[in-house]
């Protein structure tokens, strides 16, 4: 069974310029996940998809973060401007529902911002 | 708000070590709990989860957790802990009746010596 995909693996840029991650879930999974990492500290849930609607994203920096996922599939991640501390690792999971808890996650897109 | 504490940032063991990491989660309403693991070089994956039931959890590779509600606490357990061992380890908590989010703590380094 394939896992969860993501891309870029690593992504340099200058603060203010833009990016985007990509992530396809595992085939059949409801809920996607997305969660910021900074170095040092836990994975922090920025925005949480069921299908293709919004579940939660009460941690997402809206004024420089957007996420979407069309079809309820692939999801994207894009910041823009970019600011120094978004340095981090963006990690995409996908579950088979809500609750269950288990998510399965890509390896992560690792984000430097000079 | 709801939090996750581990309280051993780094660990080191020798092999054959007995292993303990502490957990404990503020929130006063029914959770379910997780221990992730993140082997060098691969992806967060699932070690052990407690819904309902025995307090004491076994997962994958000899892990164990143990729940004990009137500390908060779910600390991940190993008699005899090997090289392969080494990686990070994070507890993570649901809340009952919430979105499903996951919230995860800091994260424990294990450094196995062999």
């Known amino acids: 069974e394939a896992g969860v995909a993501q891309s870029p693996r690593y992504k340099i840029i200058e603060k203010r310029q833009s990016v985007a991650f990509w992530c396809n879930p595992i085939s059949g999974h409801a809920t996607l996940y997305w969660y910021q990492q900074i170095l040092g500290q836990g994975p922090k849930l920025l925005i949480q998809?069921?299908?293709?609607?919004?579940?939660?994203d009460s941690q997402l920096p809206k004024d420089r973060f957007s996420a979407e996922r069309l079809k309820g599939v692939d999801s994207t991640l894009k910041i823009q401007p970019a600011k120094l501390e978004d340095s981090a690792v963006y990690l995409c999971?996908?579950?088979?529902?809500?609750?269950?808890?288990?998510?399965?996650f890509g390896e992560g897109s690792r984000l430097t911002v000079l | 708000a709801q939090s996750v504490s581990q309280h051993n940032h780094h660990v080191i063991l020798s092999e054959a070590a007995s292993l303990e990491l502490g957990c404990n989660y503020s929130?006063?309403?029914?959770?379910?709990l997780f221990w992730y693991v993140q082997y060098p070089g691969q992806h967060l994956q699932l070690l052990l989860k407690?819904?309902?039931?025995?307090?004491l959890v076994k997962g994958i590779k000899g892990f164990e957790a143990e729940f004990i509600k009137s500390k908060f606490s779910f600390n991940l357990r190993k008699p005899s802990v090997q090289w392969s061992d080494t990686a990070e380890y994070f507890c993570?908590?649901?809340?009952?009746?919430?979105?499903?989010?996951?919230?995860f703590g800091q994260g424990t380094t294990l450094q196995v010596k062999p």
């Open positions: 999971a996908s579950s088979l529902g809500q609750y269950t808890g288990e998510l399965f």
């Open positions: 998809f069921q299908n293709n609607g919004v579940v939660d």
């Open positions: 407690y819904f309902s039931g025995d307090p």
């Open positions: 929130y006063g309403g029914t959770v379910n």
């Open positions: 993570a908590v649901t809340l009952s009746g919430n979105t499903g989010k996951l919230i």
